[in-house]
């Protein structure tokens, strides 16, 4: 059976980037990380950074640099983490927040990889789309 390890990030410098998403996620970065490799734990899976000399920033949406992953992130009200990780370095790329709350904000870490900032809890998933709940 495969376990899940590690989740790899490619960057030009692993303590910055760790730094930010440590700051996003409120969890330290790990003991002995150093400038080829950094990581935070997640109970059993590391989200880990590695130092590329030749980075090149995905540019999301185009496709000539795709995005390759993104991480999604749960919160329970979208603005104050907003402001929060705004303050951090983050840059708000695209909204997708319904009217009653609902959805996702697309973002973009300080060397452009994409996450979401999402607002899911409750919502039903099926083949036609989300069943947002009802305020």
């Given at each position: 059976?495969?376990?899940?390890?590690?989740?790899?990030?490619?960057?030009?410098?692993?303590?910055?980037?760790?730094?930010?998403?440590?700051?996003?996620?409120?969890?330290?970065?790990?003991?002995?990380?150093?400038?080829?490799?950094?990581?935070?734990?997640?109970?059993?899976?590391?989200?880990?950074?590695?130092?590329?000399?030749?980075?090149?920033?995905?540019?999301?949406?185009?496709?000539?640099?795709?995005?390759?992953?993104?991480?999604?992130?749960?919160?329970?009200?979208?603005?104050?983490?907003?402001?929060?990780?705004?303050?951090?370095?983050?840059?708000?790329?695209?909204?997708?927040?319904?009217p009653e709350g609902y959805g996702w904000r697309v973002y973009t870490d300080p060397i452009g990889h994409p996450f979401c900032l999402c607002r899911n809890?409750?919502?039903?998933?099926?083949?036609?789309?989300?069943?947002?709940?009802?305020?």
């Open positions: 059976m495969l376990r899940l390890t590690d989740f790899i990030i490619d960057c030009p410098d692993t303590m910055e980037l760790a730094a930010f998403y440590s700051a996003v996620t409120g969890r330290p970065v790990k003991e002995g990380s150093d400038e080829d490799w950094a990581g935070i734990k997640f109970g059993e899976i590391e989200l880990a950074f590695i130092r590329v000399d030749d980075y090149r920033a995905p540019q999301w949406p185009d496709s000539e640099h795709p995005k390759q992953f993104h991480l999604d992130f749960e919160v329970d009200e979208i603005e104050p983490e907003q402001r929060r990780i705004l303050a951090l370095g983050a840059t708000l790329q695209q909204d997708f927040i319904n809890k409750g919502v039903t998933w099926t083949d036609q789309g989300p069943i947002w709940p009802k305020r």
